[in-house]
C-alpha cells in the first residue's frame, strides 16, 4: 500500500536536520496535479481537500511524513560554497507508491531552516507558479525533470525588491540528492559519511545496474557504478535541453541532480526567436550557463563529482583516477550520440551521420541570421514533410525566409538518401517538434493573474503544454511568438 517512508532521513543528522515546515496565514489553492496525483497513487483524503491544503500549505503534517532539512554544498558560478542546504524547502519524506517506485515530496517555501543563509525561507507567487508549469510542460516534453503535485498561496507577504504575495511548491523528484550533496561529503567533511551516501545513491537509482556490473565484476566499486551509470544519464538530458532551445541558467552542481532530472526553474526560459547565444538569467552576468554553453558545464560539473568519488572507487589511487578519467572522458561521446538521434528525429533523418552537421549548422544560422522563431521553425519543417501546413495555425503564426525554403532543397536530398519509410519519419517530426512550448511571456501572464488570486491562466497553460506535440483551436494565441512588448528579456530566481 502506497505511503511515506524515509529512508533518507533515517541516514542520520549528518544529512538531514528535522525541520517541520513553518505554518502559515491563510492557505489557499493555486493549483493540484490531479494526473501526477493518480500516478503517485496518492491518497484521495490528500488531494483537494481541507487536510491536503493545511498540510501542503505547512499548517499540518501528512500521516508517516518526517519533515527533513538536507544538507548539501555545490559550486555556484565556479565558486566552492562548502555548506548551502536545503534553505527554504522541507523534504517531507519518500512517497512509496503502491508498485513500489520511491519519489521525495518536498515543500518548497516552506520557511526557514538551520541552512538558511539570512533568507526567510518563503517564495513569492512568481517562482511557484513558473516552476509548476515549466516542470510539468518538460514531463509533457519527454525531458527527465521534478514535478509539482501542488501549488499553495499563503496568505502572507514575502519580501524582495518589491512586497509579493508567497505561496508553497509541493515538488516531486526522484531524490533531491545532487553532485552538491556528495561535495558535502567528500570535500566540506573530507570524507566522514561519504561512503554511506555512495552506497545510498547508487543502490536508490541504479541499483540494477549495479547488480548487472557485479554479476560480471563482484569487485565493481558503487562509486563507479554510480558515475558510470550518471555519465550517459546527465549526457542525454542536456541533449533534450539543447533541441527543444532550453535554457536551466543556474547549472551550479548543487543543481545537478544524481537522479538525472532537471531541477530549479528559477531564471530559466525557452528561446523565442533563435538566439546562439541566448542566456536569460539575471545573475548570469558572464553568460557562463548559456546556451551553448550548457553541455561543457555539465560536463564540468561531472568532473568534479568524479573528483568527489576518487576515494571510493578503487584502492590504489592510480587505478582510481584512470577509472575517473575513462567515465569523465565518455561524457562528449554519450552527448554527441544522444544530441545526434534526437537531431535526426527532429528533421526526420534515418539516423545521424557526420556529415549530417554541415545541413543542420546551415538551419541554425538561417534561424539565426533571419531572426526566425526556433520552436516554430522546426514545427513548420515538420508540416512541410506532412504536406500539412495549410491545415494548422502556422501560415498565421510563421513565415519562412526565403533562404529557409531554399535551405530544404538540400534537406529533401539528404532524405532521399534515407533507409526508412519517409512516412514513418515524418510522423516522429511531429512527435519532436512541439507546437508549443512554456513561451516567456505566457508564463509571465500567468504569474501576474496568480498574484492577484486568478488562476485561470495558469489552469489554461497547464492543460494546454500537457499535450505539445498537436496542435489547438486556441493556437493562435498560445503559440504566437511574443510582441516586442512582450519579449522577456530576463528571468529572476526569486530567492
Not at 191 to 215: C, F, N, P
Not at 383 to 394: G, H, K, R
Not at 431 to 459: F, K, W
Request: glycine share 8%.
Amino acid at each position: 500500500m502506497a505511503g511515506f517512508d524515509n529512508s533518507y532521513a533515517a541516514l542520520g543528522a549528518d544529512y538531514a536536520a528535522p525541520q517541520p515546515p513553518t505554518p502559515v496565514a491563510e492557505p489557499a489553492w493555486l493549483a493540484f496535479n490531479t494526473a501526477l496525483a493518480d500516478a503517485l497513487d496518492w491518497p484521495a483524503e490528500w488531494r483537494n481537500t481541507d487536510t491536503a491544503l493545511q498540510s501542503l500549505g505547512g499548517n499540518g503534517l501528512l500521516s508517516g511524513s518526517e519533515p527533513v532539512a538536507t544538507a548539501y554544498a555545490g559550486h555556484q558560478f565556479g565558486s566552492y560554497n562548502p555548506k548551502l542546504g536545503d534553505g527554504r524547502a522541507v523534504l517531507l519524506g519518500e512517497w512509496v507508491s503502491n508498485a513500489g517506485a520511491r519519489f521525495d515530496v518536498q515543500l518548497k517555501g516552506a520557511g526557514r531552516t538551520p541552512f538558511s543563509r539570512g533568507g526567510d525561507g518563503r517564495s513569492p507567487v512568481g517562482p511557484v507558479v513558473r516552476e509548476y508549469l515549466l516542470s510539468e510542460a518538460m514531463h509533457a516534453l519527454g525531458v527527465p525533470t521534478t514535478r509539482a503535485l501542488a501549488a499553495v498561496s499563503t496568505g502572507e507577504r514575502v519580501f524582495r525588491e518589491t512586497v509579493e504575495p508567497g505561496a508553497i511548491l509541493t515538488r516531486v523528484a526522484s531524490s533531491h540528492l545532487r553532485i552538491g550533496t556528495v561535495q558535502y561529503f567528500a570535500m566540506t567533511r573530507q570524507g566522514d559519511g561519504l561512503d554511506a551516501l555512495i552506497d545510498y545513491v547508487t543502490e536508490r537509482h541504479y541499483g540494477a545496474e549495479l547488480e548487472r556490473a557485479r554479476s560480471t565484476d563482484p569487485a565493481v566499486s558503487t562509486a563507479q557504478v554510480l558515475l558510470s551509470s550518471y555519465t550517459p544519464a546527465l549526457a542525454a538530458l542536456v541533449a533534450r535541453w539543447q533541441v527543444l532551445g532550453f535554457v536551466h541558467g543556474v547549472l551550479n552542481t548543487d543543481n545537478m541532480l544524481l537522479c538525472g532530472e532537471t531541477v530549479d526553474y528559477g531564471p530559466c526560459a525557452f528561446m523565442d526567436r533563435f538566439d546562439p547565444e541566448a542566456r536569460f538569467s539575471s545573475i548570469d552576468t558572464g553568460g557562463r550557463y548559456a546556451w551553448p554553453n550548457q553541455p561543457q558545464i555539465a560536463h564540468w560539473n561531472l568532473s568534479v563529482l568524479a573528483q568527489c568519488l576518487l576515494p571510493l572507487l578503487a584502492a590504489d589511487q592510480e587505478q582510481a583516477l584512470a577509472i575517473a578519467q575513462a567515465e569523465v572522458d565518455a561524457f562528449p561521446n554519450y552527448y554527441f550520440q544522444a544530441h545526434g538521434a534526437l537531431l535526426a528525429a527532429r528533421f526526420g533523418l534515418d539516423v545521424w551521420r557526420d556529415d549530417d552537421r554541415k545541413l543542420v549548422d546551415a538551419f541554425y544560422q538561417i534561424l539565426s541570421d533571419d531572426g526566425l522563431d526556433h520552436t516554430l521553425a522546426f514545427r513548420w519543417l515538420a508540416e512541410f514533410a506532412n504536406d500539412s501546413v495549410d491545415q494548422t495555425p502556422l501560415p498565421e503564426l510563421f513565415t519562412p525566409s526565403p533562404r529557409l525554403q531554399a535551405w530544404t532543397d538540400h534537406w529533401h536530398n539528404r532524405r532521399r538518401e534515407s533507409t526508412i519509410d519517409p512516412e514513418h519519419l515524418n510522423a516522429t517530426m511531429r512527435q519532436h517538434n512541439p507546437s508549443v512550448i512554456p513561451r516567456n511571456h505566457q508564463v509571465a501572464r500567468a504569474i501576474a493573474a496568480a498574484e492577484q488570486g486568478d488562476t485561470t491562466v495558469l489552469e489554461q497553460l497547464s492543460s494546454r503544454w500537457s499535450k505539445p506535440w498537436e496542435w489547438h483551436p486556441e493556437d493562435l494565441e498560445l503559440a504566437r511568438p511574443p510582441e516586442p512588448e512582450e519579449i522577456v528579456q530576463r528571468t529572476f530566481c526569486g530567492t
